[in-house]
């Protein structure tokens, strides 16, 4: 995002939108081809997701709230494998430089940047004919060693996840109408739509996933294919109660209600919460680290030995029968 070149209309946006991002010295303030992240002794962990317009976000969605969640899916990603935030790259293909949209955007991003303590060390901007695309890769640093990966969980061990699962699916198909939005007061609405465009990274349980789980991701396309994905790398199953998933108080009353379906909050994407697994003998310690950083987990199953896809059963042992696990872009 930097170059030493002839002033064009890219310098000029990256001078007034985005040197100010870029406060780390290893960004060299955007001027050279490329940055420089200092040894500490730990082992960098780097992470790339993109968000494009009409597929993680909506056209008409604020500019300030693609900032954040163009930067957040990348933190949440970091917290899953127990690293830190050092820096990030950035990637914009744009439309046209409309100040308007690029001002907000830039200072939401700023703001983030600060908060979570992941400065903006370079990257590129791009003009595009098709929709808006912010792709970011973000470094992480975790101890030598000690990236908690999605393979090592055990049989025996207890599947855990942060926070509630299914309120940014919620919040996408109330901002798309239809029932749900019908079947919600305008308070219940702006949480479940925060709840989709704005992701809570938790870079609290960074330092805890770390130390405690033996596998972990975080939930990005659905809690049920994102499990799957994590029992195949491991070569274990599971078994999840459904009772035992953590809703929202929104969530379980339209589930209540026959409104939605926990098939909907199981296969929806854009929780961003993590989904980990933690030797029984350690789930208690866990959870009290958890509780001292803020952050709610719940014990939501158990892992088993097997190849079978994961099992979702109710209170009386039937299991759920899902027709999708998890949104797919292909």
Known sequence: MGS????SSEDSLIARYFRPLATDPGAFRLDDDAAALRPDGNDIVVTVDAIVEGVHFLPDDPPETVARKALRVNLSDLAA?????????????????????????????GEDAVQFGCPLLGGDTVSTPGPLMIS?????????????????????????????????ALGLAILKGGQIHAATDNAVRELLVGRYRVPQPRLAMAEIISEFASASMDVSDGLAGDLTKLCGVSGISAVIDLQQVPLSGPAADLVSRGIVGMETLLAGGDD?????????????????????????????????????????????????????LSYSHF
Do not use: N
């Not at 975790?142 to 942060?162: D, F, I, N």
């Open 4 to 7: 030493a070149k002839p002033a």
């Open 81 to 109: 494998k127990g690293a830190k935030p050092a820096g990030f790259v950035l990637a914009l293909a744009l439309r046209s430089t409309d100040e308007a949209w690029l001002k907000p955007f830039a200072a939401a991003l």
């Open 136 to 168: 970011v890769t973000a470094f992480g640093r975790v101890p030598p060693g000690r990236m908690v990966h999605r393979s090592g969980a055990k049989a025996g061990e207890r599947v855990m996840v942060t926070g509630t699962i299914g309120d940014a």
């Open 272 to 324: 961003y919460e993590i989904l980990c697994t933690v030797p029984e003998d350690r789930v208690d310690a866990f959870a009290q680290a958890a509780r001292r950083a803020g952050i709610p987990v719940g014990s939501i199953g158990t892992v088993v030995a097997g190849s079978a896809a994961p099992k979702f059963v109710d209170k009386a042992g039937k299991e759920l029968a899902l027709e999708r």
